[in-house]
């Protein structure tokens, strides 16, 4: 009993009974070494054929230009702008559950950190799809960095907040992807050693001649700590330059010093959503319910919930910072929220982001699985309205009524839109028929302290208090791959 470090109350990370450390690699590798079913095939046929329509919107855009889309004198930002906050938000649950909780040494990150970390790689290279598009000549997007160029010293005006968004999103994707692929340096080793042929030569290359010595673990460990240092402050930093691009200007609805803060909550609140719906999907279709548990999805489910309550305390703020600084136009700019004509939008992002969320409240629906997919969703529909609601609806009435305008989406806005969806669920498709979507190295790594079967080999020691015991025997009915008839022989 002195050597475990975990109490026996607390829920196994690992379910199920026998698991051993091959079983790990064979179920974790199992849609990597073997020939997809016909559920990847659907997903991803549906997903190509959305990346396709991708690139014909984005064609259109650079042959025809950003005249193509719905864009006028008023309303300079829409759906471009709107697609590119959404999509880097959506990227900030991956780093924080691998950086923040590998710092604070939560074990439940293990099983879910690899999927989030692709998904955040993902969704910013659909976020930075939308600003090369929005450019007009996208061939002159390298000037946005401080680069030699063949006209002499033509730097960029670094007083520009989309200047820093540059920077900001171009470090966090850096970092992200190295911290990403450090962490598959010991899986691809384990694909290499069962692999033959050219599969084998590929993964030798991809995992830079790991040899599983102590030294390379130390190492191994030392760098990924380092890394979730550095990008630590980056989940905070990349979404309040991000709100910068609104907050310095003096647009009603717009120049508040709330925004860095309440787009950081609300980018955690859109990004573990949708870890939330990929991941439940994904558990099910690969066979993954012993590594992705009903404490996993409560666990993200609570964050969500408390996600939800900052973004909901940040629109009653909006509401009384606007009331309380007496101007009318700040005031008319949030009323102008629920009674002007895009009143279904801002009923959309109240009713989705605050009212769905406290749904989550209720353990029955935080544990079950239907309704928290469903609820995923419905966050990130809400996310978005609320970034659409922030830029259109607050640039569609000027100070002057003669330059008010409506905002009409097109079908290449449209055709934009759902084709990042589409560019996305296709590298996700392929990242998890490539490379392993759960960190084995990790997941093994607490076999034999949070696993189901080690705290039932406690139980059946014998020595362990009654009402520890009862209590977790009670909570383990919550868990979709547990026998309970184990339990009621010891």
């Known amino acids: 009993m002195a050597s475990h470090s975990e109490s026996i109350i607390r829920e196994p990370l690992i379910t199920g009974k026998n698991i051993t450390y091959a079983q790990i690699t064979n179920d974790v590798l199992r849609p990597v070494e073997n020939m997809p079913g016909k559920a990847w095939w659907i997903g991803f046929s549906v997903a190509s054929l959305g990346a396709c329509l991708w690139v014909f919107a984005v064609s ?20 471009d702008i709107t697609g590119f906050v959404w999509w ?50 996208p061939w002159m997007a390298v000037y946005s960095l401080p680069l030699p160029n063949q006209y002499g010293s033509l730097w960029v005006n670094f007083n520009s907040p989309l200047i820093w ?27 290499r050693d069962r692999a033959t042929g050219l599969r084998r030569k590929i993964y030798s290359v991809l995992s830079f ?20 240092g550095i990008s630590t402050p980056l989940v905070l930093s990349v979404h309040t330059i991000v709100s910068m691009d609104f907050a310095t200007s003096l647009e009603p609805g717009w120049h508040t010093t709330i925004f860095p803060p309440y787009f950081v909550a609300g980018a955690i609140f859109s990004g573990f959503a949708m870890v939330q719906t990929l991941l439940l ?98 966050v990130n529909i809400g996310m978005w309205f609320e970034r659409f609601v922030i830029i259109v609806v607050s640039l569609h009435r000027d100070y002057l009524t003669s330059s ?40 093994k790594l607490i076999l034999k302290s949070s696993s189901e079967q080690s705290k039932k080999k406690l139980i059946d020691e014998g020595h362990l208090d009654k009402e520890h015991v009862d209590f977790y025997t009670e909570s383990l009915t919550k868990f979709d ?10």
């Not at 710092?103 to 939308?130: D, G, K, P």
């Not at 209720?362 to 609820?375: A, E, G, M, Y």
Request: net charge positive; glycine share 8%; with cysteine.
């Open 165 to 191: 968004d540059v920077f900001a999103i171009s470090t966090y994707f850096s970092v992200s992807l190295v911290f990403w692929y450090t962490g598959l340096l010991p899986d691809l080793a384990t694909i």
């Open 281 to 378: 999907i994904t558990r099910k279709v690969l066979g993954l319910e012993n590594y992705i548990t009903m404490f996993h999805i409560e666990a993200m489910n609570k964050i969500i919930l408390l996600t939800g309550s900052i973004v909901g305390v940040a629109y009653l703020t909006e509401f009384f910072i606007a009331y309380y600084s007496g101007g009318e136009y700040e005031q008319y700019t949030f009323l102008n929220r629920f009674i002007g004509p895009y009143w279904w939008a801002g009923c959309m992002m109240y009713g989705c982001n605050v009212l769905m969320t406290q749904l989550m409240w209720f353990k029955k629906i935080r544990t079950n699985i239907p309704i928290s997919w469903v609820l995923s969703i419905v």
């Open 60 to 79: 259109y855009t650079f042959w025809y230009g950003i005249g193509s889309w719905g864009l006028n004198k008023t309303v300079g930002w829409a759906w």
């Open 209 to 228: 001649g790991w040899t599983g010595s102590v030294k390379t673990w130390q190492r191994f460990e030392t760098v990924c700590l380092i890394l979730a």
């Open 88 to 137: 880097v938000g959506i990227g900030h649950a991956g780093t924080l559950i691998s950086a923040i909780l590998l710092l604070f040494r939560q074990n439940w990150r293990n099983s879910i950190n690899r999927s989030a970390e692709a998904m955040t790689i993902f969704a910013v290279i659909c976020a930075a799809t939308y600003i090369v598009a929005h450019m007009g000549r």
């Open 481 to 490: 791959s547990v026998d309970m008839a184990d339990y009621e022989k010891i």
């Open 404 to 443: 008010w305008a409506m905002f009409y989406p097109t079908r290449i806005d449209l055709s934009v839109f759902i084709g990042s969806i589409g560019v996305f669920f296709t590298l996700f498709l392929l990242f998890i028929r490539v490379l392993p979507s759960i960190a084995m190295a990790e997941v």
